[in-house]
């Protein structure tokens, strides 16, 4: 709880906007569910991010996926400095979507639900050359364990989601796929997430970038 944070002139004004890095001080009580800031620095105003609406969207897309797949009570360094990679790449990126997706193959990670794409998680031999895919099972399934009418996953999504485990974020958000290719990696993962996640993954950024890329905003 931020006493007198939208009071003009006040203590904290401009101090506690979107997506700005602050460090702060607060005041925890006993019994209480909020605490109390008391004082807060500015040391990343997050201007760029938000002098762009694209890059914006997709910053805020990816505090939603932290809100989702995190409950509050873990380590929150990695997810921290996950963002702020993320963050600093989006303004500069002109693949806005890889730099997402990267980011979001790492959190489902950081969070415990990472995608097995080289072995069948059936029978846990190799299953290279298998697209057959079980959100629920948590990764691939080859060919001799698999059955009819099974979900099936691109090529190019599996190579990138490859490519962020071997390579790492800062090659991965540099990969180019298919026109819509990286919307449908997202949509992937986030069907993925919801096997895994009992929020469901209420993504509302999605509908602002929509708009943005179809000219609507």
């Known amino acids: 709880m931020a006493k007198g944070a939208l009071r003009p002139g006040g203590k904290y004004h401009g101090l506690l906007e979107l997506l700005s890095g602050v460090e702060v001080t607060v005041i925890r009580r006993e ?9 807060a620095s ?6 760029r991010l938000r002098d762009d609406p694209e890059a914006f969207a997709h910053a805020c897309l990816l505090s939603e996926w ?23 790449a989006l303004p500069e990126s002109r ?27 059936r029978c846990g031999l190799p299953a290279e050359g298998s697209e ?7 990764g691939l399934v080859c060919s001799g364990c698999s059955t009819p009418g099974e979900t099936l ?24 796929l298919w026109k819509g290719g990286f919307r449908a990696c ?23 970038l929509e708009d943005l890329e179809n000219g609507v905003v």
Not at 31 to 39: A, I, K, P, S, W
């Open 42 to 47: 500015l040391f990343e105003p997050g201007t």
């Open 31 to 39: 019994g209480r569910e909020l605490d109390t800031l008391v004082d």
């Open 186 to 208: 997202h949509d992937f993962m986030r069907e993925f997430a919801q096997a895994h996640n009992q929020s469901g993954m209420k993504l509302r950024s999605l509908g602002v």
């Open 66 to 88: 932290v809100l989702g797949l995190f409950l509050g009570g873990e380590s929150a360094g990695a997810v921290y400095g996950l963002l702020g990679t993320a963050f600093a």
């Open 132 to 138: 057959t895919w079980s959100h629920v099972e948590g």
């Open 95 to 121: 693949a806005r979507w890889a730099v997402t997706c990267a980011s979001v193959e790492s959190m489902l990670r950081l969070a415990g639900h990472g995608m097995e794409v080289d072995y069948c998680v």
């Open 153 to 176: 996953v691109s090529r190019g999504v599996l190579e990138f989601i490859r490519t962020c485990r071997r390579s790492g974020f800062e090659t991965a958000s540099r990969m180019r």
